[in-house]
């Protein structure tokens, strides 16, 4: 019950523009410098250098929210092909992560479809793959649509993440069996009529995604810092005889280092999520949402400052 009170006010607050734009002003406090590789591409570079130097790969998402302008769309395009610049040019085993509506979904859709073929035109140039993330609800059919589109010229160098709490899913990894995709179990506040609300409906779901996915012979990326479905999906793949180089795991910047090392050192493909830039609040707060330990993790990163 504390954890779906805590859950709740926390994606409430990830909502609240005027926290935002505070947030901005605080800097990387209240633990969030712990999660969040800092504000500029060259500490973001810097952070996936020391990570590659430990036997992980990453991808790198330049964080941003509440984008409501033509003009902060293109700032934010033209950050994505600066971001690609640097991973290029540093030579870091790195992907590139981005989310839609920073590139002005709500705003325009046409918008959003042309900055999104101006990073896959530099993405293309300099070989690096570059995820869509899957945000809430409402923007899923969007977000699939637009990704058919893209196929269609960059096939094979761009793909999307599918959320196990929704009751869609299973319909949607089937529907994109041959695309490279990230399989999560959902980080946003979804309404019953969409989304299963129970823990246990949400991991069999997730299971299911998971193997439906590898069954088909595409890439999978299994994101999750819950070690019994890491198992049951190394399992699976020795089971069914899934070479490693068809899959990999990934986790979030600063969650379960150990972990994510002990992995790696197992042979597994691991990738670390790595966030970056000044708006960081909305990822920040959906992140303490998540899990009740991670309110604690928070508290005791500020408390050391």
């Known amino acids: 019950m504390v954890h779906v009170i805590l859950r709740n006010f926390f994606l409430f607050l990830s909502k609240n523009q005027l926290l935002n734009r505070g947030a901005r002003k605080w800097g990387l406090k209240l633990g969030a410098s712990q999660v969040v590789a800092g504000e500029t591409i060259s500490k973001a570079m810097k952070v996936v250098d020391e990570l590659n130097k430990k036997g992980l790969v990453c991808t790198v998402d330049h964080?941003?929210?509440?984008?409501?302008?033509?003009?902060e769309a293109t700032e934010s395009t033209e950050y994505c092909i600066r971001t690609l610049k640097a991973i290029n040019k540093t030579g870091v085993n790195c992907n590139l992560s981005l989310k839609l509506t920073q590139l002005g979904l709500d705003v325009d859709p046409q918008l959003c479809y042309e900055n999104m073929k101006k990073i896959l035109a530099s993405a293309k140039e300099h070989t690096i793959f570059v995820r869509i993330d899957m945000e809430d609800y409402s923007h899923c059919q969007s977000t699939i649509d637009l990704l058919e589109n893209l196929r269609k010229e960059y096939d094979g160098l761009v793909g999307t993440a599918i959320q196990a709490?929704?009751?869609?899913?299973?319909?949607?990894?089937?529907?994109?069996?041959?695309?490279?995709?990230?399989?999560?179990?959902?980080?946003?506040r979804e309404p019953p009529e969409f989304a299963y609300q129970k823990k246990e409906e949400i991991d069999t779901?997730?299971?299911?995604?998971?193997?439906?996915h590898l069954r088909s012979g595409?890439?999978?990326?299994?994101?999750?810092?819950?070690h019994q479905i890491i198992q049951k999906v190394k399992e699976f793949c020795e089971q069914e005889k899934i070479p490693r180089?068809?899959?990999?795991?990934?986790?979030?910047?600063?969650?379960?280092?150990?972990?994510?090392?002990?992995?790696?050192?197992?042979?597994?493909?691991?990738?670390?999520?790595?966030?970056?830039?000044?708006?960081?609040?909305?990822?920040?707060?959906?992140?303490?949402?998540?899990?009740?330990q991670n309110v604690s993790f928070a508290l005791r990163g500020f408390f050391s400052k």
């Open 245 to 292: 180089s068809q899959f990999e795991f990934q986790m979030l910047f600063g969650f379960r280092t150990e972990l994510q090392e002990q992995i790696a050192k197992e042979g597994y493909t691991m990738r670390i999520y790595v966030p970056y830039g000044k708006d960081w609040y909305g990822y920040f707060m959906r992140r303490l949402a998540e899990r009740p």
């Open 205 to 212: 779901n997730f299971l299911k995604m998971i193997k439906l």
């Open 165 to 188: 709490y929704l009751y869609r899913a299973l319909d949607d990894v089937e529907n994109l069996k041959d695309v490279n995709l990230r399989l999560v179990k959902g980080a946003y």
């Open 218 to 226: 595409s890439y999978t990326a299994i994101a999750t810092h819950d």
């Open 63 to 71: 964080l941003g929210e509440f984008v409501k302008t033509k003009e």
